[in-house]
């Protein structure tokens, strides 16, 4: 059984930055392209980050230069460090596999960049 867990939200105002990490237990992180997605509120969840385990990754454009995916393949962990945060990044974000994610989800992590 997979296990997701992800932590280091919190609320920064505008500017600021934040570092989430997830632990992957389960034989997924070694076989699987891992992302982190969000869902801010009355909004789908996307997909914000993607990477393989060869390390090449992927964002989406409203992130690019701002977010940098990492994973630590011995510690089984997917990290997201967020800089020059935006109100509009607000939203839970959550690891999971990527293409298809599996159907269960950790609890994620609430993001709030607000004045």
């Known amino acids: 059984q997979v296990v997701l867990v992800e932590s280091g939200g919190g609320s920064v105002q505008p500017g600021g930055s934040l570092r989430l990490s997830c632990a992957v237990s389960g034989s997924i992180f070694d076989s699987r392209i891992m992302g982190w997605y969000r869902q801010a509120p009355g909004k789908q969840r996307e997909l914000v980050a993607a990477?393989?385990?060869?390390?090449?990754?992927n964002y989406t454009d409203s992130v690019k230069g701002r977010f940098t995916i990492s994973r630590d393949n011995a510690k089984n962990t997917v990290n997201l460090q967020m800089i020059q945060l935006k109100p509009e990044d607000t939203a839970v974000y959550y690891c999971?596999?990527?293409?298809?994610?599996?159907?269960?989800w950790g609890q994620g992590t609430q993001v709030t960049v607000s004045p």
């Open positions: 990477i393989t385990r060869g390390d090449t990754v």
């Open positions: 999971n596999a990527v293409s298809p994610p599996l159907d269960s």
